[in-house]
């Protein structure tokens, strides 16, 4: 992975998850240059991990294969677990990031809302209905495992809100579109934040 700047010191983690269901290989680094290297058996969810990392301006790697013969669901929820654990690592101590992070991203006739504290206190809300279940082969309800999972894993407080929209496929691009922007500026470094942005002194 790179830096935009190499002599800054990157926040990073890397994670092998084998299980019965998946095996999977992830590297994140919160400091990059939105880079994306990504080889799953879930092409759509390749596409938002993308947006995502572009976005953010992350770079992340994933390798994974599941037992997609069932359905979906375990490697979508197992890379969501992958990278909060890497995201969870990648913060260490989480001194003199804003912590808190609010965005507003449209995608044409779509507005998605992404509002995101690093608290060490995993809460995930989703208000969100599509007008349809399913995006070609990709199941809808995966969107909401895939975020719920990532953020009980990195222990972030998550509220994700659909405002409206027509096309499901845009507003979950949205979706990913608004939380690569909003954990790029809840995990920036604020120069005047000294130790943790806390009065309990630890997140």
Known sequence: MTTNNENVAVRQGAISRVTHETQIQLGFAID????????????????????FTKHGQFDLEVQAQG?????????????????????????????????YASVFVPMDEALAQVVIDVSNRPHFEYRAEYPSDRVGSFDVQLVH?????????????????????????????????????????????DPRVSGVPSTKGVL
């Open 145 to 189: 495992e895939f975020l719920w999972k990532l953020a009980l894993e990195a222990r972030i407080t998550l509220h994700v809100i659909v405002h409206y929209g027509q096309n499901t496929h845009h507003m979950i691009e949205a979706v990913f579109k608004a939380l690569g922007r909003a954990l790029d500026e809840a995990t920036s470094i």
């Open 32 to 51: 990059g240059s939105g880079q994306s290297r990504l080889e799953t058996d879930v092409p759509f969810l390749n596409h938002m991990l993308d947006l």
């Open 67 to 99: 037992d997609i013969d069932i359905d979906d669901h375990h490697t979508v929820e197992d890379i969501g677990i992958c990278l909060g654990q890497c995201l969870y690592q990648a913060l260490g101590d989480k001194r003199g990031i804003k912590r």
